[in-house]
């Protein structure tokens, strides 16, 4: 995991392993509004965000064979995952005397990783999650726009 710098934001969780598998994955962003309460106070400013992604399921899922028009290849075997993300935030409000809060927030995935055409059900199936990058923006006093570029992988064994 690393920090990130970005916008006087400082972003925790950000995976850097370069060594994940990229032969079986997808990836893909997700938008999702985060509101504060109206029992905290508003937002002035974010000053640290904390980001992780877990795999409550997976499934494998046959599906036909073939090519697309456009490229694209179906094998027989899909992983479906599904999960979640956990975003905490950490803000300036205006007010004087408390000026620090948080707000935390939990959104849902899903998505298919196409697996190979040799695929086995007896195979060993281990999904990862990779936070790519996260992207927080003030929309107004009491809510953040929060968008999460993840990679999906699996590591197929005997």
């Known amino acids: ?14 995976n850097i392993d370069t060594d994940c598998n990229l032969k079986n994955f997808n990836q893909l962003n997700i938008d999702y509004n ?7 106070p508003v937002i002035q400013n974010i000053s640290k965000v904390w980001i992780e992604g877990s795999i409550d399921y997976h499934e494998t899922i046959k599906t036909p064979v073939g090519k697309s028009l456009h490229g694209q290849i ?7 995952v599904s999960g979640e993300i956990n975003i ?3 803000y300036f409000s205006d007010s004087i005397v408390d000026a620090m809060h948080t ?3 939990k959104f849902p995935f899903c998505n298919y990783i196409t697996l190979p055409a040799n695929f086995s059900s007896l195979s060993v199936i281990l999904p990862y999650v990779y936070i790519e990058d996260v992207h927080c923006d003030i929309l107004n006093p009491r809510t953040i726009y929060n968008n999460v570029s993840l ?8």
């Open 74 to 80: 179906s094998t027989g075997f899909k992983l479906l």
């Open 34 to 40: 985060l509101r504060i309460s109206q029992d905290k």
């Open 88 to 90: 905490k935030i950490e």
């Open 151 to 158: 990679i999906l992988s699996v590591d197929l064994g005997e």
């Open 1 to 14: 995991m690393k920090k990130i710098y970005r916008d006087f934001i400082e972003y925790n969780g950000i």
């Open 103 to 105: 707000v935390e927030g």
